[in-house]
Nanobody, 121 residues
Framework: QVQLVESGGGLVQAGGSLRLSCAASGRGFSNYNIGWFRRAPGKERGIVAGISWNGRDTDYVDSVKGRFTISRDNRANTVYLQMNSLKPEDTAVYYC??????????????WGQGTQVTVSS
């Protein structure tokens, strides 16, 4: 089992950058695929980016491609989401999640509490 804690959220102006961190505790972090999800006001939670257990495979939702970068440091038990060129529509609560199965959304079975990102226009 793994426990996840997000940090790095905050208020930023449009065009700015933030780096989110997802720190894990528990056993076997390097065996887990990790995803970043977000829930915007009035919308359902959706995946933003994912990274495989070994960091070799990454994927992104179209709306963040070229702006966001997901990475991981298995020695530090941490996954990062670098967010550049932020837009007001990126405003949401961001969650990281872990899967010891596949990388389909429904397979993420451990979740953090979330961190708020607010982008002002």
């Amino acid at each position: 089992q793994v426990q996840l804690v997000e940090s790095g959220g905050g208020l930023v102006q449009a065009g700015g950058s933030l780096r989110l961190s997802c720190a894990a505790s528990g056993r076997g972090f390097s065996n887990y695929n990790i995803g970043w999800f977000r829930r915007a006001p009035g919308k359902e939670r959706g995946i933003v980016a994912g990274i495989s257990w070994n960091g070799r495979d990454t994927d992104y939702v179209d709306s963040v491609k070229g702006r966001f970068t997901i990475s991981r440091d298995n020695r530090a038990n941490t996954v990062y989401l670098q967010m550049n060129s932020l837009k007001p529509e990126d405003t949401a609560v961001y969650y990281c999640a872990a899967s010891n199965r596949g990388r389909i959304t429904s397979e993420y079975n451990y979740w953090g509490q979330g961190t708020q990102v607010t982008v002002s226009s």
